[in-house]
Protein backbone atom coordinates (compact mmCIF):
# COMPACT_ATOMS: atom_id res chain seq x y z
CA UNK A 1 0.00 0.00 0.00
CA UNK A 2 1.46 3.23 -0.86
CA UNK A 3 -0.33 5.62 1.32
CA UNK A 4 2.89 8.56 2.24
CA UNK A 5 1.87 11.93 1.34
CA UNK A 6 3.59 13.12 -1.78
CA UNK A 7 5.18 11.25 -4.50
CA UNK A 8 6.76 7.84 -3.98
CA UNK A 9 8.82 6.05 -6.26
CA UNK A 10 8.71 2.51 -7.24
CA UNK A 11 11.13 -0.17 -8.96
CA UNK A 12 10.30 -3.78 -9.69
CA UNK A 13 13.51 -4.96 -11.20
CA UNK A 14 11.39 -6.82 -13.22
CA UNK A 15 7.56 -8.03 -13.40
CA UNK A 16 5.91 -8.58 -9.89
CA UNK A 17 3.76 -12.00 -9.71
CA UNK A 18 1.62 -14.03 -7.27
CA UNK A 19 -1.01 -12.24 -5.91
CA UNK A 20 0.44 -8.91 -4.23
CA UNK A 21 -1.96 -6.35 -4.15
CA UNK A 22 -1.15 -2.27 -4.53
CA UNK A 23 -2.91 -0.06 -3.55
CA UNK A 24 -2.23 4.10 -3.81
CA UNK A 25 -4.34 6.00 -1.23
CA UNK A 26 -6.00 9.86 -1.60
CA UNK A 27 -2.73 12.15 -1.30
CA UNK A 28 -0.53 9.84 -2.68
CA UNK A 29 1.34 9.77 -5.89
CA UNK A 30 3.05 6.78 -7.21
CA UNK A 31 6.09 7.41 -9.60
CA UNK A 32 5.77 3.71 -11.36
CA UNK A 33 8.68 5.29 -13.96
CA UNK A 34 9.52 2.15 -16.22
CA UNK A 35 8.50 -0.22 -14.24
CA UNK A 36 5.96 -2.97 -14.23
CA UNK A 37 3.59 -3.19 -11.47
CA UNK A 38 2.19 -6.89 -11.20
CA UNK A 39 1.09 -8.88 -8.77
CA UNK A 40 -3.00 -9.80 -7.91
CA UNK A 41 -4.48 -6.21 -8.20
CA UNK A 42 -3.97 -2.42 -8.44
CA UNK A 43 -6.13 0.13 -7.19
CA UNK A 44 -5.71 3.64 -7.90
CA UNK A 45 -7.77 5.72 -5.29
CA UNK A 46 -9.71 8.91 -5.87
CA UNK A 47 -7.70 11.42 -5.11
CA UNK A 48 -4.63 9.43 -5.36
CA UNK A 49 -1.71 10.26 -8.33
CA UNK A 50 -0.06 7.64 -10.49
CA UNK A 51 3.03 9.02 -12.30
CA UNK A 52 3.33 6.85 -15.89
CA UNK A 53 6.48 6.27 -17.57
CA UNK A 54 5.40 3.22 -20.40
CA UNK A 55 5.59 4.23 -23.76
CA UNK A 56 1.98 2.20 -23.59
CA UNK A 57 0.54 3.82 -20.69
CA UNK A 58 -1.72 2.48 -18.79
CA UNK A 59 -4.05 -0.76 -20.16
CA UNK A 60 -7.39 -2.32 -18.54
CA UNK A 61 -5.66 -5.89 -19.39
CA UNK A 62 -3.03 -7.66 -20.54
CA UNK A 63 0.80 -7.29 -20.34
CA UNK A 64 1.62 -4.31 -21.38
CA UNK A 65 1.84 -0.56 -19.68
CA UNK A 66 2.94 0.04 -16.48
CA UNK A 67 0.73 -1.47 -14.70
CA UNK A 68 0.13 -5.43 -15.58
CA UNK A 69 -1.84 -6.55 -12.26
CA UNK A 70 -4.36 -9.13 -12.51
CA UNK A 71 -7.38 -6.76 -11.65
CA UNK A 72 -6.89 -3.43 -12.32
CA UNK A 73 -9.18 -0.10 -10.39
CA UNK A 74 -8.19 3.40 -12.09
CA UNK A 75 -10.43 5.86 -9.81
CA UNK A 76 -12.03 8.56 -12.23
CA UNK A 77 -11.20 10.55 -9.36
CA UNK A 78 -7.51 10.12 -9.26
CA UNK A 79 -4.69 12.53 -11.33
CA UNK A 80 -2.56 10.91 -14.08
CA UNK A 81 0.84 11.84 -14.70
CA UNK A 82 2.46 10.98 -18.30
CA UNK A 83 6.11 11.49 -17.93
CA UNK A 84 8.32 8.78 -19.73
CA UNK A 85 11.31 9.86 -21.95
CA UNK A 86 9.87 8.21 -24.80
CA UNK A 87 6.71 9.21 -26.68
CA UNK A 88 3.58 7.36 -25.12
CA UNK A 89 -0.13 7.10 -25.68
CA UNK A 90 -2.46 7.39 -22.48
CA UNK A 91 -3.96 3.47 -23.55
CA UNK A 92 -7.28 2.13 -22.83
CA UNK A 93 -6.57 2.09 -18.89
CA UNK A 94 -7.11 5.44 -18.53
CA UNK A 95 -10.87 6.12 -17.47
CA UNK A 96 -12.77 8.30 -19.34
CA UNK A 97 -13.20 10.84 -16.47
CA UNK A 98 -9.90 11.73 -14.66
CA UNK A 99 -9.29 14.68 -12.10
CA UNK A 100 -5.82 16.22 -12.92
CA UNK A 101 -4.12 15.22 -15.76
CA UNK A 102 -1.12 16.47 -16.63
CA UNK A 103 1.95 16.18 -19.84
CA UNK A 104 4.86 16.24 -19.01
CA UNK A 105 7.16 14.27 -22.19
CA UNK A 106 9.06 16.20 -24.19
CA UNK A 107 8.57 13.32 -26.99
CA UNK A 108 4.70 13.78 -27.16
CA UNK A 109 1.49 11.72 -25.38
CA UNK A 110 -1.26 10.61 -27.51
CA UNK A 111 -4.79 10.48 -26.51
CA UNK A 112 -6.09 6.89 -26.69
CA UNK A 113 -9.84 7.40 -26.05
CA UNK A 114 -11.92 9.92 -24.86
CA UNK A 115 -11.68 11.74 -22.06
CA UNK A 116 -13.33 14.32 -19.58
CA UNK A 117 -10.62 16.09 -17.17
CA UNK A 118 -12.34 17.48 -13.83
CA UNK A 119 -9.91 19.12 -12.81
CA UNK A 120 -6.42 20.87 -14.06
CA UNK A 121 -5.28 19.81 -17.45
CA UNK A 122 -1.79 20.81 -17.44
CA UNK A 123 1.24 21.16 -20.26
CA UNK A 124 4.10 20.96 -18.49
CA UNK A 125 6.06 19.59 -21.65
CA UNK A 126 5.76 18.66 -25.05
CA UNK A 127 2.55 17.95 -27.07
CA UNK A 128 -0.47 16.45 -26.52
CA UNK A 129 -2.38 14.99 -29.44
CA UNK A 130 -5.61 14.79 -29.12
CA UNK A 131 -5.76 12.36 -32.88
CA UNK A 132 -9.76 12.37 -33.63
CA UNK A 133 -10.39 11.72 -29.76
CA UNK A 134 -12.80 14.65 -27.58
CA UNK A 135 -11.07 16.94 -25.02
CA UNK A 136 -13.35 17.90 -22.22
CA UNK A 137 -11.89 20.09 -19.80
CA UNK A 138 -14.24 21.19 -16.80
CA UNK A 139 -11.43 23.21 -14.96
CA UNK A 140 -8.57 25.31 -15.28
CA UNK A 141 -5.63 24.77 -17.41
CA UNK A 142 -1.74 25.24 -17.03
CA UNK A 143 1.03 25.42 -19.76
CA UNK A 144 4.49 25.13 -19.55
CA UNK A 145 6.11 24.47 -22.74
CA UNK A 146 3.70 21.85 -23.74
CA UNK A 147 1.32 22.01 -26.21
CA UNK A 148 -2.13 20.55 -28.06
CA UNK A 149 -2.77 18.92 -31.13
CA UNK A 150 -5.67 17.70 -32.75
CA UNK A 151 -6.35 15.90 -35.73
CA UNK A 152 -8.84 17.89 -38.02
CA UNK A 153 -11.71 15.35 -36.63
CA UNK A 154 -10.87 15.35 -33.20
CA UNK A 155 -12.71 17.73 -30.87
CA UNK A 156 -11.75 20.17 -27.69
CA UNK A 157 -14.15 21.40 -25.48
CA UNK A 158 -13.89 23.83 -22.86
CA UNK A 159 -16.57 23.14 -20.76
CA UNK A 160 -16.55 24.92 -17.24
CA UNK A 161 -19.51 25.85 -16.05
CA UNK A 162 -18.36 29.26 -14.57
CA UNK A 163 -16.91 32.34 -16.31
CA UNK A 164 -13.11 32.74 -16.45
CA UNK A 165 -11.99 29.55 -17.72
CA UNK A 166 -8.64 29.83 -19.58
CA UNK A 167 -8.90 28.37 -23.29
CA UNK A 168 -5.45 26.94 -24.02
CA UNK A 169 -3.03 27.61 -27.32
CA UNK A 170 -3.35 25.39 -30.20
CA UNK A 171 -4.27 23.16 -33.34
CA UNK A 172 -7.30 22.25 -33.05
CA UNK A 173 -9.81 20.04 -35.39
CA UNK A 174 -13.11 21.30 -33.79
CA UNK A 175 -12.75 23.42 -31.05
CA UNK A 176 -16.47 23.78 -28.48
CA UNK A 177 -16.82 26.61 -25.71
CA UNK A 178 -19.79 26.25 -22.93
CA UNK A 179 -21.75 28.88 -22.46
CA UNK A 180 -19.75 31.19 -20.37
CA UNK A 181 -17.28 33.37 -21.10
CA UNK A 182 -13.49 32.92 -21.73
CA UNK A 183 -9.89 34.17 -21.42
CA UNK A 184 -8.21 33.00 -24.81
CA UNK A 185 -4.43 33.33 -24.84
CA UNK A 186 -1.87 35.74 -26.64
CA UNK A 187 -0.93 32.98 -29.14
CA UNK A 188 -3.06 31.55 -31.97
CA UNK A 189 -5.59 29.10 -31.99
CA UNK A 190 -5.80 27.32 -34.86
CA UNK A 191 -9.34 25.41 -35.65
CA UNK A 192 -9.14 23.12 -38.86
CA UNK A 193 -13.02 21.79 -37.91
CA UNK A 194 -15.88 23.48 -36.63
CA UNK A 195 -15.79 26.19 -33.89
CA UNK A 196 -18.58 26.15 -31.40
CA UNK A 197 -18.18 29.75 -29.47
CA UNK A 198 -21.44 29.45 -27.17
CA UNK A 199 -23.28 32.07 -26.56
CA UNK A 200 -21.47 34.22 -24.12
CA UNK A 201 -20.58 37.99 -25.54
CA UNK A 202 -18.16 39.03 -22.29
CA UNK A 203 -15.28 36.76 -23.50
CA UNK A 204 -11.54 38.29 -22.65
CA UNK A 205 -9.72 38.15 -26.09
CA UNK A 206 -6.99 40.55 -26.19
CA UNK A 207 -4.00 40.15 -28.73
CA UNK A 208 -5.39 36.19 -29.48
CA UNK A 209 -5.40 35.21 -33.00
CA UNK A 210 -7.85 32.72 -34.13
CA UNK A 211 -7.16 31.33 -37.41
CA UNK A 212 -9.58 28.84 -39.91
CA UNK A 213 -7.07 26.51 -41.45
CA UNK A 214 -9.18 23.51 -42.84
CA UNK A 215 -8.50 22.35 -46.27
CA UNK A 216 -12.61 21.74 -46.49
CA UNK A 217 -15.39 24.67 -46.52
CA UNK A 218 -15.72 26.36 -43.11
CA UNK A 219 -18.36 28.57 -40.98
CA UNK A 220 -16.72 31.52 -39.14
CA UNK A 221 -19.21 31.96 -36.62
CA UNK A 222 -20.07 34.74 -34.46
CA UNK A 223 -18.02 35.62 -31.85
CA UNK A 224 -15.83 37.77 -30.56
CA UNK A 225 -12.42 38.09 -32.39
CA UNK A 226 -9.35 39.85 -31.57
CA UNK A 227 -7.53 38.72 -34.81
CA UNK A 228 -9.15 36.68 -37.45
CA UNK A 229 -7.42 34.69 -40.06
CA UNK A 230 -8.09 32.53 -42.79
CA UNK A 231 -5.42 30.42 -44.48
CA UNK A 232 -4.96 27.03 -46.13
CA UNK A 233 -7.46 25.84 -49.02
CA UNK A 234 -11.16 26.01 -48.06
CA UNK A 235 -13.54 28.40 -48.59
CA UNK A 236 -14.85 29.97 -45.48
CA UNK A 237 -18.75 31.68 -45.12
CA UNK A 238 -19.75 34.04 -42.48
CA UNK A 239 -22.30 33.02 -40.14
CA UNK A 240 -26.26 33.42 -41.47
CA UNK A 241 -26.81 35.47 -38.05
CA UNK A 242 -25.40 37.27 -35.18
CA UNK A 243 -22.11 39.55 -34.93
CA UNK A 244 -18.80 38.81 -35.94
CA UNK A 245 -16.53 41.55 -33.63
CA UNK A 246 -13.27 41.97 -34.64
CA UNK A 247 -10.80 44.21 -32.71
CA UNK A 248 -7.85 43.86 -34.51
CA UNK A 249 -6.64 42.89 -37.88
CA UNK A 250 -8.79 40.37 -40.33
CA UNK A 251 -6.88 38.46 -42.72
CA UNK A 252 -8.80 36.29 -45.05
CA UNK A 253 -6.01 34.90 -46.95
CA UNK A 254 -6.76 33.76 -50.33
CA UNK A 255 -9.55 31.38 -49.36
CA UNK A 256 -12.79 32.45 -50.88
CA UNK A 257 -15.63 34.28 -48.38
CA UNK A 258 -18.91 34.13 -48.90
CA UNK A 259 -21.00 36.57 -46.62
CA UNK A 260 -24.76 35.59 -45.59
CA UNK A 261 -26.64 37.58 -42.90
CA UNK A 262 -24.49 38.50 -39.58
CA UNK A 263 -22.81 41.87 -39.13
CA UNK A 264 -19.38 42.79 -39.26
CA UNK A 265 -18.30 44.53 -36.30
CA UNK A 266 -14.74 46.27 -36.11
CA UNK A 267 -14.37 47.87 -32.72
CA UNK A 268 -10.95 48.17 -32.18
CA UNK A 269 -9.26 50.60 -30.60
CA UNK A 270 -6.20 51.01 -33.32
CA UNK A 271 -6.94 51.92 -36.47
CA UNK A 272 -8.15 49.03 -38.58
CA UNK A 273 -8.93 48.32 -41.89
CA UNK A 274 -11.09 46.06 -43.48
CA UNK A 275 -9.47 43.38 -45.70
CA UNK A 276 -9.13 44.32 -49.97
CA UNK A 277 -10.58 40.69 -50.47
CA UNK A 278 -13.74 41.13 -49.59
CA UNK A 279 -15.59 44.15 -51.37
CA UNK A 280 -19.41 42.99 -50.42
CA UNK A 281 -21.00 43.08 -46.54
CA UNK A 282 -24.59 42.40 -44.96
CA UNK A 283 -24.31 44.09 -42.53
CA UNK A 284 -21.28 46.40 -41.16
CA UNK A 285 -20.98 48.54 -38.11
CA UNK A 286 -18.16 51.14 -37.29
CA UNK A 287 -17.18 51.57 -33.73
CA UNK A 288 -13.90 52.17 -33.47
CA UNK A 289 -12.43 56.10 -32.25
CA UNK A 290 -9.75 55.83 -34.25
CA UNK A 291 -11.01 54.91 -37.21
CA UNK A 292 -11.57 51.94 -40.13
CA UNK A 293 -10.79 52.22 -43.67
CA UNK A 294 -11.78 50.26 -46.75
CA UNK A 295 -9.37 47.95 -48.56
CA UNK A 296 -10.90 48.49 -52.12
CA UNK A 297 -14.16 49.50 -53.54
CA UNK A 298 -16.95 47.95 -50.87
CA UNK A 299 -20.72 47.62 -51.10
CA UNK A 300 -23.33 47.20 -47.71
CA UNK A 301 -26.23 45.74 -48.65
CA UNK A 302 -27.91 45.62 -45.43
CA UNK A 303 -27.29 48.03 -42.50
CA UNK A 304 -23.98 50.32 -42.05
CA UNK A 305 -24.28 51.05 -38.54
CA UNK A 306 -21.78 53.75 -37.23
CA UNK A 307 -20.98 53.84 -34.22
CA UNK A 308 -17.98 55.56 -33.45
CA UNK A 309 -15.32 56.60 -35.52
CA UNK A 310 -14.70 57.15 -38.96
CA UNK A 311 -15.17 55.01 -42.22
CA UNK A 312 -12.51 56.07 -44.63
CA UNK A 313 -12.89 55.41 -48.59
CA UNK A 314 -9.45 56.80 -49.49
CA UNK A 315 -9.45 56.45 -53.51
CA UNK A 316 -12.46 53.83 -53.61
CA UNK A 317 -16.13 54.51 -53.03
CA UNK A 318 -18.23 53.07 -50.29
CA UNK A 319 -22.04 52.07 -51.83
CA UNK A 320 -25.15 51.44 -49.35
CA UNK A 321 -27.37 49.15 -51.46
CA UNK A 322 -30.63 49.89 -52.99
CA UNK A 323 -32.35 48.34 -50.13
CA UNK A 324 -29.77 49.28 -47.77
CA UNK A 325 -29.96 51.46 -44.93
CA UNK A 326 -27.74 54.46 -42.47
CA UNK A 327 -27.82 53.62 -38.45
CA UNK A 328 -25.75 56.85 -37.12
CA UNK A 329 -24.98 57.31 -33.66
CA UNK A 330 -21.43 59.22 -33.86
CA UNK A 331 -19.11 58.03 -36.72
CA UNK A 332 -19.41 59.00 -40.14
CA UNK A 333 -17.76 57.99 -43.82
CA UNK A 334 -14.79 60.32 -45.04
CA UNK A 335 -14.48 59.99 -48.92
CA UNK A 336 -17.24 58.88 -51.65
CA UNK A 337 -20.15 57.74 -50.25
CA UNK A 338 -22.63 56.61 -53.16
CA UNK A 339 -26.35 56.44 -52.35
CA UNK A 340 -29.27 54.69 -54.65
CA UNK A 341 -32.13 57.53 -55.84
CA UNK A 342 -35.27 56.16 -56.60
CA UNK A 343 -38.24 57.90 -58.87
CA UNK A 344 -40.47 60.52 -57.55
CA UNK A 345 -39.18 63.27 -54.85
CA UNK A 346 -36.89 61.51 -52.68
CA UNK A 347 -34.69 62.99 -50.22
CA UNK A 348 -31.25 61.45 -49.64
CA UNK A 349 -29.04 61.94 -46.54
CA UNK A 350 -25.18 61.22 -46.92
CA UNK A 351 -23.94 60.96 -43.79
CA UNK A 352 -20.19 62.27 -44.46
CA UNK A 353 -17.65 64.40 -43.50
CA UNK A 354 -13.83 64.56 -43.08
CA UNK A 355 -11.54 63.62 -40.18
CA UNK A 356 -12.29 65.64 -37.03
CA UNK A 357 -15.79 66.79 -38.35
CA UNK A 358 -18.99 65.82 -39.03
CA UNK A 359 -20.64 67.72 -42.63
CA UNK A 360 -23.87 66.06 -43.41
CA UNK A 361 -25.25 66.43 -46.80
CA UNK A 362 -29.18 66.13 -47.62
CA UNK A 363 -30.69 66.13 -51.06
CA UNK A 364 -33.97 66.50 -51.38
CA UNK A 365 -35.56 65.81 -55.48
CA UNK A 366 -38.37 66.72 -57.17
CA UNK A 367 -39.56 64.93 -60.56
CA UNK A 368 -36.86 62.07 -60.73
CA UNK A 369 -38.00 59.99 -63.94
CA UNK A 370 -35.50 57.92 -64.20
CA UNK A 371 -33.48 56.60 -60.99
CA UNK A 372 -29.80 55.92 -60.28
CA UNK A 373 -26.92 56.82 -58.37
CA UNK A 374 -25.39 59.61 -56.32
CA UNK A 375 -21.97 60.12 -54.90
CA UNK A 376 -21.10 62.51 -52.02
CA UNK A 377 -17.91 63.43 -50.44
CA UNK A 378 -17.05 66.45 -48.11
CA UNK A 379 -13.53 67.91 -48.33
CA UNK A 380 -11.75 69.69 -46.21
CA UNK A 381 -10.16 73.50 -47.09
CA UNK A 382 -11.18 75.74 -48.97
CA UNK A 383 -12.15 74.85 -52.85
CA UNK A 384 -8.87 75.17 -54.99
CA UNK A 385 -10.55 77.52 -57.43
CA UNK A 386 -12.80 79.79 -54.72
CA UNK A 387 -11.11 82.75 -56.29
CA UNK A 388 -13.25 82.68 -59.11
CA UNK A 389 -16.69 81.95 -57.22
CA UNK A 390 -17.89 85.67 -56.28
CA UNK A 391 -17.64 84.00 -52.93
CA UNK A 392 -15.25 85.77 -49.48
CA UNK A 393 -12.49 82.71 -48.85
CA UNK A 394 -11.78 84.98 -45.73
CA UNK A 395 -15.71 84.21 -44.44
CA UNK A 396 -16.41 80.94 -45.57
CA UNK A 397 -17.03 77.50 -44.22
CA UNK A 398 -13.37 75.55 -44.36
CA UNK A 399 -14.70 72.94 -46.36
CA UNK A 400 -16.33 72.10 -49.75
CA UNK A 401 -18.78 69.06 -51.09
CA UNK A 402 -19.04 67.34 -53.83
CA UNK A 403 -22.17 65.42 -55.71
CA UNK A 404 -21.82 63.21 -58.88
CA UNK A 405 -24.56 62.11 -61.17
CA UNK A 406 -25.01 58.42 -61.82
CA UNK A 407 -27.81 58.24 -64.23
CA UNK A 408 -30.34 60.13 -62.80
CA UNK A 409 -32.79 61.91 -65.06
CA UNK A 410 -34.65 64.80 -62.60
CA UNK A 411 -36.42 68.26 -62.34
CA UNK A 412 -34.47 70.31 -59.68
CA UNK A 413 -33.44 69.43 -55.92
CA UNK A 414 -32.66 71.17 -53.18
CA UNK A 415 -29.03 70.17 -51.06
CA UNK A 416 -28.60 71.65 -47.35
CA UNK A 417 -25.06 71.74 -47.01
CA UNK A 418 -24.13 71.11 -42.57
CA UNK A 419 -20.92 72.09 -40.83
CA UNK A 420 -19.37 72.50 -37.61
CA UNK A 421 -18.60 76.42 -36.12
CA UNK A 422 -14.76 75.41 -35.52
CA UNK A 423 -14.79 75.11 -39.29
CA UNK A 424 -16.93 78.80 -40.16
CA UNK A 425 -13.97 81.61 -40.60
CA UNK A 426 -13.71 84.02 -37.80
CA UNK A 427 -15.89 87.43 -38.61
CA UNK A 428 -18.00 85.44 -40.62
CA UNK A 429 -21.89 85.59 -40.98
CA UNK A 430 -23.86 82.19 -40.97
CA UNK A 431 -26.68 84.37 -41.68
CA UNK A 432 -25.17 85.69 -45.08
CA UNK A 433 -23.84 82.63 -46.17
CA UNK A 434 -24.53 81.57 -50.01
CA UNK A 435 -23.72 78.41 -51.96
CA UNK A 436 -22.31 78.56 -55.71
CA UNK A 437 -21.32 75.56 -57.75
CA UNK A 438 -18.24 74.62 -59.39
CA UNK A 439 -18.16 72.86 -62.84
CA UNK A 440 -15.27 73.09 -64.46
CA UNK A 441 -14.32 75.51 -65.50
CA UNK A 442 -17.11 77.59 -64.29
CA UNK A 443 -18.90 78.81 -60.91
CA UNK A 444 -22.83 79.04 -61.28
CA UNK A 445 -24.79 80.65 -58.67
CA UNK A 446 -27.86 79.07 -56.84
CA UNK A 447 -31.10 80.32 -55.03
CA UNK A 448 -30.46 80.21 -51.49
CA UNK A 449 -32.95 78.23 -48.80
CA UNK A 450 -32.97 77.94 -45.21
CA UNK A 451 -29.99 79.14 -43.30
CA UNK A 452 -29.11 77.94 -39.47
CA UNK A 453 -25.86 78.35 -37.79
CA UNK A 454 -24.65 75.00 -39.06
CA UNK A 455 -26.05 74.87 -41.93
CA UNK A 456 -26.90 76.93 -45.84
CA UNK A 457 -29.49 75.43 -47.95
CA UNK A 458 -29.28 75.72 -52.06
CA UNK A 459 -32.59 75.44 -54.02
CA UNK A 460 -33.50 74.97 -58.03
CA UNK A 461 -29.59 73.38 -58.55
CA UNK A 462 -29.92 71.53 -62.14
CA UNK A 463 -26.64 70.16 -62.16
CA UNK A 464 -24.07 68.35 -59.83
CA UNK A 465 -20.21 69.18 -58.78
CA UNK A 466 -18.11 70.85 -56.32
CA UNK A 467 -20.03 73.53 -53.87
CA UNK A 468 -18.81 76.20 -51.89
CA UNK A 469 -20.37 78.09 -48.96
CA UNK A 470 -19.51 81.52 -48.00
CA UNK A 471 -20.13 85.13 -47.71
CA UNK A 472 -21.01 86.75 -50.73
CA UNK A 473 -18.10 89.05 -52.09
CA UNK A 474 -18.30 93.09 -52.63
CA UNK A 475 -20.14 93.53 -56.54
CA UNK A 476 -19.00 96.41 -57.98
CA UNK A 477 -21.06 96.89 -61.43
CA UNK A 478 -19.32 99.55 -64.08
CA UNK A 479 -20.88 101.27 -66.99
CA UNK A 480 -18.86 102.06 -70.06
CA UNK A 481 -19.92 104.59 -72.73
CA UNK A 482 -18.21 106.80 -75.38
CA UNK A 483 -18.82 109.52 -77.38
CA UNK A 484 -20.23 109.82 -80.44
CA UNK A 485 -16.44 109.96 -82.45
CA UNK A 486 -15.40 106.41 -80.64
CA UNK A 487 -16.87 103.24 -79.03
CA UNK A 488 -15.86 101.42 -75.67
CA UNK A 489 -16.27 97.06 -75.26
CA UNK A 490 -17.88 95.73 -73.72
CA UNK A 491 -20.13 98.57 -73.14
CA UNK A 492 -23.23 99.08 -70.43
CA UNK A 493 -23.15 97.40 -67.19
CA UNK A 494 -19.72 95.16 -66.33
CA UNK A 495 -19.91 93.21 -62.88
CA UNK A 496 -16.80 92.86 -61.40
CA UNK A 497 -16.43 91.56 -57.83
CA UNK A 498 -14.28 92.78 -54.98
CA UNK A 499 -10.40 92.67 -56.04
CA UNK A 500 -11.33 91.65 -59.58
CA UNK A 501 -10.33 93.39 -62.69
CA UNK A 502 -12.11 94.38 -65.94
CA UNK A 503 -10.80 95.36 -69.80
CA UNK A 504 -11.99 97.90 -71.67
CA UNK A 505 -10.78 98.19 -75.64
CA UNK A 506 -11.32 101.90 -76.58
CA UNK A 507 -11.71 102.41 -80.60
CA UNK A 508 -11.95 105.84 -82.49
CA UNK A 509 -14.58 106.01 -85.18
CA UNK A 510 -12.63 108.16 -87.36
CA UNK A 511 -9.42 107.69 -89.48
CA UNK A 512 -8.66 111.61 -88.95
CA UNK A 513 -9.38 113.86 -86.07
CA UNK A 514 -9.10 117.94 -85.78
CA UNK A 515 -7.42 119.35 -82.94
CA UNK A 516 -11.12 119.95 -81.78
CA UNK A 517 -12.16 116.22 -82.06
CA UNK A 518 -11.89 113.24 -80.33
CA UNK A 519 -13.29 110.61 -78.46
CA UNK A 520 -14.35 110.15 -75.04
CA UNK A 521 -14.89 107.29 -72.69
CA UNK A 522 -16.64 107.50 -69.67
CA UNK A 523 -16.46 104.43 -66.91
CA UNK A 524 -19.10 104.66 -64.09
CA UNK A 525 -18.77 102.42 -61.15
CA UNK A 526 -20.97 101.27 -58.94
CA UNK A 527 -20.86 98.81 -55.28
CA UNK A 528 -23.40 97.28 -54.37
CA UNK A 529 -23.41 98.61 -51.14
CA UNK A 530 -22.85 102.14 -51.90
CA UNK A 531 -24.45 104.56 -54.08
CA UNK A 532 -23.44 105.07 -57.78
CA UNK A 533 -19.79 106.79 -57.92
CA UNK A 534 -19.03 108.42 -61.45
CA UNK A 535 -15.17 108.19 -62.27
CA UNK A 536 -13.41 111.02 -64.25
CA UNK A 537 -13.91 110.64 -67.73
CA UNK A 538 -10.87 109.00 -69.52
CA UNK A 539 -10.57 111.46 -72.37
CA UNK A 540 -8.06 110.76 -75.26
CA UNK A 541 -5.29 114.06 -76.27
CA UNK A 542 -5.77 115.23 -80.00
CA UNK A 543 -3.85 113.87 -82.51
CA UNK A 544 -0.24 116.14 -83.20
CA UNK A 545 -0.69 118.18 -86.09
CA UNK A 546 0.19 116.39 -89.47
CA UNK A 547 0.33 117.61 -92.99
CA UNK A 548 -2.95 118.17 -94.49
CA UNK A 549 -1.90 116.42 -97.82
CA UNK A 550 -1.60 112.67 -96.40
CA UNK A 551 -4.32 111.41 -94.72
CA UNK A 552 -3.24 109.67 -91.63
CA UNK A 553 -3.36 105.97 -90.83
CA UNK A 554 -6.17 104.35 -88.88
CA UNK A 555 -5.45 104.99 -85.34
CA UNK A 556 -4.59 101.70 -83.82
CA UNK A 557 -7.11 100.03 -81.32
CA UNK A 558 -5.96 100.87 -77.58
CA UNK A 559 -7.03 98.85 -74.33
CA UNK A 560 -7.10 100.83 -71.14
CA UNK A 561 -7.76 98.43 -68.27
CA UNK A 562 -9.65 99.16 -64.66
CA UNK A 563 -8.49 97.77 -62.30
CA UNK A 564 -10.84 98.27 -59.39
CA UNK A 565 -10.04 99.20 -55.68
CA UNK A 566 -9.71 96.62 -52.92
CA UNK A 567 -12.84 98.35 -50.79
CA UNK A 568 -15.76 99.77 -51.52
CA UNK A 569 -15.75 103.29 -51.47
Request: hydrophobic share 35%; proline share 4%; glycine share 14%.
Amino acid sequence: MFKKAGTQGFTSGGSVGSSIGFTVNSGATLNAGTSVIGGGSFTLSSGAGLMIGSAVGITTSGATGNVQSTTRTFSNGANYIYSGGAAQVTGNGLPTTVNDLTINNAAGVTLSANVTVNGVLTLANGAFGIGANTLTVNDGSSVGSGSLTSAATGTVSFAQGSAGQAVLPGTFGNLIFSNFNKTLPSGTILIAGTFTPGNATGHTVANSTIQFNGSATQTIPAFTYHHLQSTNTGARTLASSGVIKIAGTWNPGANSTTVTGSTIEMNGSAAQALPAAITSYNHLTVNNAAGVSLGGPTTVSGTLALTTGTLSTGADVLTLGSAGSVARTGGHVVGSFRKSVTTGSPTVTFEIGRSGAYLPLTVAFTGVTTGGTLTASAIAGDHAAIAGSGLDAARSVNDYWTLANGGLVFGTYAATFGFVSGDVDAGASTGSFIVRRYSAPSWTSTTTGTRTATSTQATGITGFGDFAVAEILPNWTITASASANGSISPSGSVVVVQGGSAAFTITPSRTTMSATSWSTACLRVRSRATPSATSPPTTRSPPASRSTRARSPPRPTRTARSALPVSPP
